[in-house]
């Protein structure tokens, strides 16, 4: 194991929507190769601090970091994957992104692809010690975002699933797991203390599944923004954002994104 710090800049950028600007990816001299000419300024607003631990072994990496004091990313990169969603080249990878809410209650927000659920769970068990998590909350039933539902239920049989009636309702033709009585359907606006921090719930549909929603934590400022804001390539890759920004936009929200607006 082979542990490293990197500084860099956060997973979330705010596009100048400008398709004659320039493209400042490193790795395509100038131009963006997957669309030309369809790259654009943007600007990112804080600094994080990532620390990676190198799973040699396995050829992909755990990250955990600090969001804020009390809010950590427990993600996974997948450096072993060739086509995302069976059909979108990746050379760079992908990240499976999951956090976890410290609090009075804990709040697990998403979940990774079934075949990195060994080191997402492990980084779950990190940050939380001897704490048990008393909410999952789901965005998302895509399997980078679910997959690993049974095996949550099963190792916190505690746990309640938080999430929204379309996605309850869509949920049984993805898992043969009972939730019924460890369900807590949210709707529009609605709110989810966890202590000194409150949940609030926005349905965003159509980014990219009927069922999709964001999480706004109120106390933070922090937006978990299921598939809205995000990108092709691991966390850990030394590359400009904005073309790989665009091109996931333009292919998985596409023109579903007015909710992302």
């Not at 654009?40 to 799973?55: A, G, K």
């Not at 999709?212 to 933070?220: C, G, I, K, P």
């Amino acid at each position: 194991i082979r542990d490293r710090i990197y500084i860099g800049t956060p997973p979330i950028a705010h596009c100048i929507m400008s398709p004659a600007a320039p493209c400042l990816h490193s790795h395509y001299a100038g131009m963006c190769k997957h669309i030309p000419s369809q790259c654009s300024l943007y600007h990112v607003d804080t600094t994080w601090i990532i620390y990676i631990r190198y799973l040699g072994s396995k050829g992909g990496y755990t990250m955990l970091k600090n969001v804020t004091d009390t809010v950590f990313y427990v993600g996974v990169d997948d450096k072993n994957i060739d086509l995302f969603e069976n059909q979108y080249i990746v050379p760079n990878g992908i990240a499976y992104n999951s956090y976890v809410i410290m609090d009075e209650k804990i709040a697990i927000m998403d979940m990774v692809d079934a075949k990195c659920a060994d080191q997402w769970f492990a980084n779950v068990a990190e940050v939380l010690g001897d704490r048990k998590p008393d909410y999952l909350v789901i965005s998302h039933l895509e399997p980078d975002h679910s997959a690993n539902l049974g095996d949550v239920l099963a190792k916190y049989p505690d746990i309640k699933i938080v999430s929204n009636a379309k996605l309850f309702g869509m949920l049984p033709n993805f898992f043969e797991v009972p939730v019924a009585d460890r369900s807590v359907t949210v709707a529009e606006g609605q709110t989810l203390s966890l202590g000194s921090h409150t949940l609030q719930f926005f349905m965003a549909p159509m980014v990219h599944w009927p069922e999709v929603m964001v999480t706004y934590e109120q106390s933070e400022k922090i937006l978990f923004s299921a598939d809205a804001f995000g990108k092709f390539g691991t966390l850990d890759t030394d590359e400009d954002w904005a073309c790989e920004a665009r091109r996931y936009y333009f292919n998985i929200v596409g023109k579903y994104g007015m909710p992302a607006q």
